[in-house]
């Protein structure tokens, strides 16, 4: 499935609308070249769960940590300073049991040490937008594809 968004906003939208219909549990791989969304989509997703505050940018920690209203954490990682998926031990993700969300960046760089993905999406600038290729893991992320997009009909 691929899918055009015209601006930022389309992007913060289409992150809402994912946000919104999330599995319980998820892990969430966001692909593709620098530039093309994918911290823009993170923040978005992390807003319309409600988390406050400030949002970083991993680029530089690798991995921060919120707490969710609603429960449980999630993890927002950037991967793309690492040399190999063996220093993801040094991050200390290792003990995630309340994470409840997982949004990596720049996945193909802790193939191994990662959970597997529910959802991999893959960003790309495509003119003044960007557009998104879905790549669902399971039934489960094709189910939450389903849910987004009948979201996004009702709004």
Do not use: C
């Amino acid at each position: 499935m691929l899918i055009h968004l015209p601006d930022e906003a389309a992007t913060q939208a289409l992150a809402a609308r994912m946000a919104l219909t999330r599995p319980p549990r998820a892990v969430l791989w966001l692909e593709g070249e620098l530039g093309a969304g994918k911290s823009t989509f993170a923040r978005a997703f992390l807003r319309a769960l409600g988390v406050t505050g400030a949002i970083r940018s991993p680029t530089y920690t690798l991995v921060e940590r919120y707490p969710l209203p609603a429960g449980g954490d999630a993890l927002h990682l950037d991967l793309y300073r690492i040399g190999n998926a063996g220093e993801l031990e040094f991050l200390g993700i290792g003990d995630a049991d309340d994470t409840t969300l997982w949004l990596v960046e720049w996945p193909e760089r802790g193939v191994g040490a990662l959970p597997a993905p529910t959802l991999r999406m893959r960003l790309a600038i495509d003119g003044e937008g960007r557009s998104v290729e879905f790549a669902p893991g399971d039934a489960e992320a094709r189910e939450w594809l389903q849910r987004a997009h009948d979201h996004a009909l009702e709004a």
